[in-house]
């Protein structure tokens, strides 16, 4: 039979008695493991504070936030500029004169007199038809003329003369006159086959060839007079006592993005747009380079008033939500997410109308690793935000219009 040994002392076993069992040791043992891994913790934590500064570095935020959890952020004073009120808008550019070339008349072209993309004078023939059939008409049509012409003469002698009566006159003064028309009429098919510019302008690409034979009404080629150029465009309803014939504005178009072009407004349309309760204006800029070209997306900025102090932030930041735009100020080592109402945005900075106040200080880099009320700690000293000064306004792009 196997024996069984006792894992504690007895008299039976041969083995010294002991007061703990097995279970107690490892118990002892694991509660003394706990200990030590605790007394590891709170040494690395202390150590990694920095000396002599618990204090200060608890001051500095709420005491139920560690001073190691503030986020570093860039942050700038806010202060007030000078800037130029104005309404932004979007439009298209238009030709002063523009038309399409067609013949009134159907024929054969025969000679195209000008050349793609190049300037033609008011006057200048462009297109010419064969016109040897119109030219026979003619002819035709002055022979009778002349001989209708002879006729009236003898009649006017003889019936002066008393040898034929009055109404043979009338009726050879008649035959004159119904040559004379139709001499006319085969004059004036004869001019319709020579097309001459309507204006001065700049020719486009040509849709047809020498040999065509081409029906009255049928496209040719497009005519645009370059310089000046129109700008149409349309501001909400609100701004009807805003804008007046003659006002000044500046135009900034994406393929100048360093430019602005000054114009003037031509005419307001007195019909507001029914669908958007818009006003819809057309103003006029100079092109004497022919640098523009009709059809290019502009950029519009109206000057409505005389330049105001205003309160700018940079652009970056902003934190759209929506429709809505955010910022955090900081106050007391905390950011705070305010919601700001815009307005003109130029040269990278918008224009604040409300929300944040002069001298706020308010984060421009980081804002994605904070939250609302987050502890912060600001990377270098902030920097006064100056919006553009007014003579720097011939060279910005408005993106936004501001509220009235």
Do not use: H
Not at 36 to 61: C, H, M, R
Not at 65 to 83: D, F, I, M, R, Y
Not at 89 to 101: C, H, K, N, P, Y
């Amino acid at each position: 039979m196997k024996k069984i040994f006792p894992l504690s002392g007895s008299p039976a076993s041969g083995f010294p008695s002991s007061p703990f069992s097995l279970w107690q040791i490892a118990g002892a043992i694991a509660l003394l493991f706990l200990v030590g891994l605790s007394a590891f913790w709170y040494g690395k934590n202390q150590s990694a504070a920095p000396a002599g500064s618990a204090g200060t570095a608890i001051a500095a935020v709420k005491p139920d936030v560690p001073a190691g959890n503030a986020t570093v952020v860039e942050a700038a004073t806010v202060k007030t500029s000078q800037l130029a009120q104005g309404i932004t808008a979007v439009g298209s550019l238009r030709s002063d004169e523009s038309v399409v070339i067609r013949p009134e008349v159907a024929g054969r072209i025969a000679e195209i007199l000008f050349q793609e993309g190049k300037p033609v004078r008011k006057g200048a023939p462009m297109v010419r038809f064969d016109a040897s059939v119109q030219q026979a008409e003619l002819q035709q049509a002055a022979a009778n003329l002349n001989l209708s012409k002879n006729k009236f003469d003898r009649a006017v002698d003889l019936q002066n003369k008393g040898f034929i009566s009055s109404q043979a006159k009338d009726e050879a003064d008649n035959n004159y006159k119904v040559a004379q028309a139709s001499y006319d009429l085969a004059l004036a098919k004869l001019s319709k086959l020579e097309i001459k510019a309507p204006f001065s302008g700049t020719v486009g690409l040509r849709l047809v060839s020498i040999g065509d034979y081409i029906r009255d009404g049928q496209d040719i080629a497009n005519l645009e007079s370059l310089d000046p150029l129109k700008v149409d465009f349309r501001v909400p309803e609100i701004f009807l006592k805003q804008v007046a014939s003659g006002q000044a504005l500046q135009v900034n178009l994406d393929a100048f993005p360093n430019q602005a072009f000054e114009g003037k407004v031509l005419a307001i349309n007195p019909l507001l747009d029914a669908n958007g309760r818009s006003i819809v204006i057309r103003a006029v800029i100079k092109n004497a380079d022919a640098r523009l070209r009709p059809g290019m997306f502009a950029r519009v900025r109206l000057l409505t008033s005389d330049v105001q102090d205003a309160i700018t932030i940079p652009e970056q930041a902003l934190m759209p939500q929506g429709e809505e735009f955010y910022v955090f100020r900081v106050s007391e080592g905390r950011a705070m997410r305010i919601k700001v109402e815009i307005g003109q945005r130029r040269e990278g900075v918008v224009e604040i109308l409300r929300g944040v106040g002069k001298d706020d200080v308010i984060v421009t880099a980081g804002q994605l690793k904070i939250r609302d009320g987050a502890a912060v700690k600001i990377a270098s000293a902030t920097a006064p935000l100056v919006a553009p000064s007014p003579s720097s306004t011939a060279t910005t792009t408005p993106l936004v219009s501001p509220k009235s």
